[in-house]
């Protein structure tokens, strides 16, 4: 499989990794349904219009095996993360938190393409069930990982609260970073990101939605939910 950012000799490999620059680019700015084939073909500068086709089958295709690319990539380094703290014995929240965030920061930097994050936040929200049909269970492993280890971590709140926010830094996080890649993508980081202290920052603000106390009324709806489901 073409790795995004990779220069390949062949005149053939060139025009699609081109192809898959532009969709991936092309996709995050618009989403998956707000993107044609023509479009893509149009971006990459080709002039034979069946060039998509002949290279991916179809724009599902192509997308598949764009969110294959980054979540690989973001996986293996999740992976070698946790094998280290691990072997560390440093399981913390902020450590687990840190495997979680710290791939997907510097994904950029190994493909050279700023625009992965906001792709996938963009199917997260809009095409959901092919984001995960195109993961297979298989490429979001060390995701999965980090959220049991955080379950495990986290045993004085209720576990449906944890399970609660850990979809909730799910959703909160795709959608902070991705503002993150596309300042850096634009080269104005401004007022937001600018700051050596944002990251660290980012962290905390992950880190307070998962340890902080469940209110009292919190806790008194989860009672109320809890007795409803066992009355069925």
Not at 30 to 45: F, K, N, P, T
Not at 91 to 103: D, E, H, I, S
Not at 166 to 180: K, R
Not at 193 to 213: C, G, K, R
Request: charged share 25%; net charge positive.
């Amino acid at each position: 499989m073409t790795t995004l950012g990779k220069t390949l000799r062949s005149d053939g490999a060139e025009t699609r990794t081109r192809l898959k620059a532009e969709a991936q680019r092309l996709f995050a700015l618009r989403g998956l349904d707000g993107v044609s084939v023509q479009d893509i073909i149009s971006a990459a500068e080709q002039r034979n219009s069946a060039s998509l086709r002949y290279y991916f089958g179809n724009k599902l295709e192509l997308a598949r095996e764009l969110v294959v690319d980054g979540a690989q990539l973001i996986d293996e380094d999740r992976q070698a993360r946790l094998d280290s703290l691990e072997a560390e014995g440093g399981m913390t929240v902020r450590a687990v938190l840190g495997a979680l965030l710290l791939p997907m920061l510097g994904l950029a930097d190994r493909t050279g393409h700023a625009t992965y994050i906001r792709m996938i936040a963009n199917l997260q929200l809009n095409n959901r069930a092919f984001l995960r049909e195109a993961l297979e269970n298989k490429w979001n492993k060390g995701y999965q990982r980090c959220n049991a280890l955080l379950r495990k971590l986290l045993p004085h709140i209720p576990a449906a609260i944890v399970d609660q926010r850990l979809s909730l830094v799910g959703i909160y996080g795709n959608a902070a970073l991705a503002a993150w890649e596309a300042s850096r993508d634009g080269g104005d980081s401004g007022k937001l990101w600018s700051p050596n202290y944002a990251v660290s920052s980012l962290m905390d603000s992950f880190e307070s939605i998962l340890t902080a106390s469940p209110s009292e009324e919190t806790k008194s709806l989860l009672g109320e939910s809890t007795r409803k489901k066992a009355s069925r």
